[in-house]
């Protein structure tokens, strides 16, 4: 019985989430072979760049060991609140047209640690891409733990379409090779992989402006053309970006001239025009337990799932 009960309820929010990512344009997870690439950083300028060329967008944090989006975007404080309904949650407002959903929010102590297995993690996921109330939204932004474990497969297995993957890495060999393993992740489970974005490709000196290379430069590119899958292009180092990343301020608004900050809005861009709206097709799934109600008006079926 408890193994019905179960099987049940997985089914009823895989529909749940279904419902939820259909009504969102693009879904992009984000993702990096290993830690200290500056992945989060990536993501929550990316997701201001593109709220500033008039997108809605949401941010899902699934780095759960270590739940940093929050405090990059000045929102630590924030709670998720219940739905309308009771039945879901509401994630929490940045600023208008960009929201976020982080276990952080969920913690008593911001410095307490997570000791969970996979099954714990995976539930947690599916948990916030199903029962949170995203609403419409034309991005969501999934942002990951380092490597290519349960939080990314997850996500993937768990969203019906995966609009692409965007893989942040530093210039050195070492984050380099296990970028490649990201990069076959993606083409493994069958995600289109949008491009590779090197993070950290010089540090900007804010004394004479002379760019220098602290990691090396150019290894990002040079494995996209190994690879196969688009370069998006250098985000160097900058002071105040770092600066901006522990007070939680915007710093794509705030610094619009800098280096950074025009490469980030020329990715945003990019992105924006090589990717195209996922919607999932009630009609794939006819006849099947997993059938969405819209697909019922145009089928023959007597599966268990329909709806007069």
Wanted: proline share 6%; with cysteine.
């Amino acid at each position: 019985m408890a193994e019905q009960n179960a099987a049940n309820e997985m089914e009823q929010q895989d529909k749940r989430i279904r419902s939820a990512m259909d009504k969102i344009g693009k879904k992009i997870i984000i993702m990096s072979g290993k830690g200290g690439v500056g992945k989060t950083t990536v993501t929550i300028n990316l997701a201001n760049a593109l709220v500033d060329a008039g997108h809605t967008v949401g941010v899902l944090d699934t780095d759960l060991h270590g739940p940093n989006v929050a405090k990059m975007f000045g929102c630590e404080n924030g709670v998720l609140n219940a739905s309308p309904d009771g039945n879901r949650f509401e994630p929490v407002k940045v600023r208008e047209g960009l929201y976020v959903v982080s276990l952080s929010f969920a913690l008593e102590q911001q410095d307490a640690p997570i000791i969970w297995r996979g099954a714990m993690k995976t539930g947690v996921v599916r948990q916030f891409i199903g029962d949170v109330d995203w609403g419409t939204l034309d991005y969501l932004l999934i942002d990951t733990p380092p490597g290519t474990g349960d939080e990314q497969l997850t996500a993937i297995q768990a969203i019906p379409e995966m609009t692409g993957s965007i893989v942040v890495t530093t210039p050195q060999e070492v984050a380099i090779l296990d970028s490649k393993r990201s990069v076959s992740f993606s083409k493994k489970l069958n995600v289109p992989v949008i491009g590779v974005i090197e993070n950290m490709s010089g540090l900007i000196c804010p004394h004479c402006g002379t760019e220098i290379p602290v990691f090396g430069t150019g290894g990002g590119e040079k494995m996209c053309k190994m690879m196969d899958v688009p370069f998006l292009g250098k985000i160097p180092m900058e002071i105040p970006l770092m600066e901006s990343e522990d007070t939680g301020k915007n710093y794509i608004d705030g610094t619009p001239e800098s280096p950074s900050s025009k490469k980030m809005r020329e990715i945003a861009l990019y992105i924006d025009a090589h990717t195209k709206v996922s919607h999932y097709d009630p009609n794939d799934l006819q006849g099947t337990s997993h059938c969405s109600p819209e697909a019922c008006a145009h089928c023959t079926s007597n599966c268990s799932s329909r709806h007069s």
